[in-house]
């Protein structure tokens, strides 16, 4: 049905930039390609070419595929970061050795070639070191430009007394004479005063030398009055009564109560309080381990939380009797929580178990198996070894209960919870036990808020090429051997839809060439038509590629879960 190319050689003919400074770049590239010696057909063939910063190993920094190289006499020529994949300059910016590493079809990769500068090449490096000008005393007076030179830039200690010159007057300490001020300080200029009557009057300011050295004594006694009398100071300022606030509180009503109760250290109250139908919000009982108070006529209505019991305790006037207590959320049908995930979040159900839910879709409570230890989620449905459930199965379109409303761990059967078709979910966990035995194999998937049933008959998904990055190792780990062939085409998510020769509700689907045909896959809901054939709730399935696992197609456990 389809063929594979044989193993081949390659040799790496020319590999140069164009141009070393553009952004981004593009490489073109010439290669051979031999089998037995001689040159392979001429014809078109699928393509990869990859740059990596080591001979062997790691992870490409650059990758392109071309799905129909023109190949005459052994002969190739393609052009890296031309089409819609981007060869950013930074790959080449580093300065480190890259080597070329070329996969042909379904082959092994080919051993890497090193890539060498050309001289363009070269060039733009010693350019880029100029980026940045590391030397010493080779910027000279000349190179800066004027006012250029900020204070910081300037040393400590760099600019003394022969820099600079201003006239000034200094003193030996604080407050002191000026030294170059003494034709003022005896006052020879005296006679031309036109202010000396002043001078008197002016001498008894000498000692206000000083910010705050004028204290409340020195004031007149006036000065307060005068300040409340031009609007400067409050009246309470000086006054000290209440009644002369302004804008205060009225609190005749406090000074009543007050009156009637003794406040000492906040813990009497002698009389009723009326609260006149108003909230007492955030109120708090008593706690207390024991009872705090002997229960009789007197203290009827006494009520204490009681921190051993967890409950509310009131005195009847001989017993102190417990509250009916609130029940948890989820543990039955008249309190439900709205999600596995919400009773997880809220700490009310932090164990694992079957609890009661009620989404807003639902039109009433049901219950569900939770993994709170994993974040709160709720088992939608779950796949037998001998599930039948295959794509067109009426369980992934209908709205109905199936094998009762709650899966139960890991018991071989088929079952489907109500939560599968009114629980709106972001998240879908999906698990299916290992054909080679031990636990379950389980990926993660997000995506927009919707039920698992809606999202398993949304529009079918598009396909794309490049399954390496989807192909994870917890996915091939469920096949037998963790072997799988069919590399190119693939589709994942919910709802793969189906083509010529497969499909899944729920998964990962991929073909080996380009016919899309959906030949093999690993998942839910799984539709294959072809030899070998397979209609099942969950397993794989694989076209008999090499390599292939073996058996080609099983059908395992699975279990798919969402919050």
Not at 237 to 263: M, R
Not at 349 to 359: C, L, T, V
Not at 415 to 421: I, P
Request: some cysteine.
């Amino acid at each position: 049905m389809k063929s594979r190319l044989a193993a081949l050689a390659f040799a790496l003919a020319t590999l140069f930039a164009a141009p070393a400074f553009a952004e981004p770049l593009q490489l073109a590239a010439q290669g051979r390609l031999t089998s037995n010696g001689g040159p392979v057909a001429d014809g078109t063939y699928a393509m990869g070419l990859a740059l990596y910063d080591a001979p062997t190993g790691g992870k490409p920094l650059f990758l392109e595929t071309f799905l129909a190289v023109p190949v005459q006499g052994g002969v190739f020529a393609i052009t890296l970061g031309a089409a819609q994949v981007v060869l950013d300059s930074a790959v080449m910016a580093t300065g480190k050795l890259l080597w070329v590493g070329v996969v042909v079809g379904g082959d092994p990769e080919l051993p890497r070639v090193q890539l060498l500068r050309v001289p363009s090449a070269v060039h733009a490096l010693v350019a880029a070191q100029a980026q940045d000008v590391q030397c010493s005393g080779c910027v000279g007076s000349e190179d800066l430009a004027k006012a250029s030179v900020t204070g910081e830039k300037i040393a400590s200690g760099a600019v003394g007394s022969n820099h600079v010159n201003f006239n000034w007057a200094a003193s030996d300490q604080p407050g002191g004479p000026a030294t170059f001020a003494v034709a003022a300080n005896t006052a020879k200029l005296a006679d031309a005063a036109s202010f000396a009557d002043d001078a008197g009057s002016a001498a008894k300011a000498k000692a206000l030398e000083c910010t705050g050295c004028v204290k409340a004594p020195m004031l007149a006694d006036s000065v307060a009055a005068d300040l409340v009398a031009a609007g400067k100071l409050a009246k309470v300022a000086t006054s000290g009564k209440y009644a002369d606030l302004q804008g205060g509180p009225d609190l005749s009503g406090v000074g009543t109560l007050a009156g009637n109760n003794d406040w000492k250290g906040g813990q009497s109250w002698l009389g009723a309080l009326n609260f006149n139908k108003q909230q007492a919000q955030l109120f708090r009982f008593q706690n207390a381990d024991k009872e705090p108070t002997t229960c009789d006529a007197s203290a009827v209505g006494v009520t204490y939380y009681n921190t051993a019991t967890q409950a509310l305790v009131v005195c009847n006037g001989k017993l102190w009797q417990t509250f009916a207590k609130v029940a948890t959320p989820g543990s039955n049908q008249s309190n439900p929580g709205a999600s596995c995930l919400a009773l997880a979040t809220s700490g009310d159900q932090p164990n694992d178990g079957i609890y009661w839910i009620k989404p807003p879709a639902a039109s009433a409570a049901f219950q569900v198996y939770c993994d709170q230890k994993n974040g709160g989620w709720a088992l939608l449905l779950k796949t037998s070894s001998k599930s039948a459930w295959g794509y067109n199965a009426p369980v992934w379109t209908a709205a109905d209960d199936l094998n009762g409303s709650v899966p139960k761990g890991d018991v071989d059967a088929d079952a489907v919870s109500r939560a599968f078709y009114t629980l709106s979910i972001v998240s879908t966990r999906a698990c299916i036990a290992k054909y080679d035995g031990g636990a379950y194999a389980c990926e993660t998937l997000q995506h927009a808020a919707s039920t698992a049933r809606n999202l398993a008959n949304a529009a079918p998904l598009a396909s794309t090429q490049g399954t390496n990055n989807l192909l994870t190792p917890t996915w091939k780990s469920i096949v037998a051997g963790g072997v799988w062939g069919a590399m190119t085409w693939h589709r994942f998510g919910w709802n793969t839809g189906t083509s010529s020769h497969g499909g899944a509700r729920f998964g990962f689907t991929a073909d080996n060439d380009s016919s899309d045909s959906q030949d093999s896959g690993i998942g839910f809901g799984l539709f294959k038509n072809n030899a070998p054939s397979i209609d099942a709730g969950a397993g794989y399935y694989q076209y008999p590629w090499t390599p292939a696992p073996n058996p080609p197609t099983a059908i395992l456990q699975g279990q798919i879960w969402g919050r």
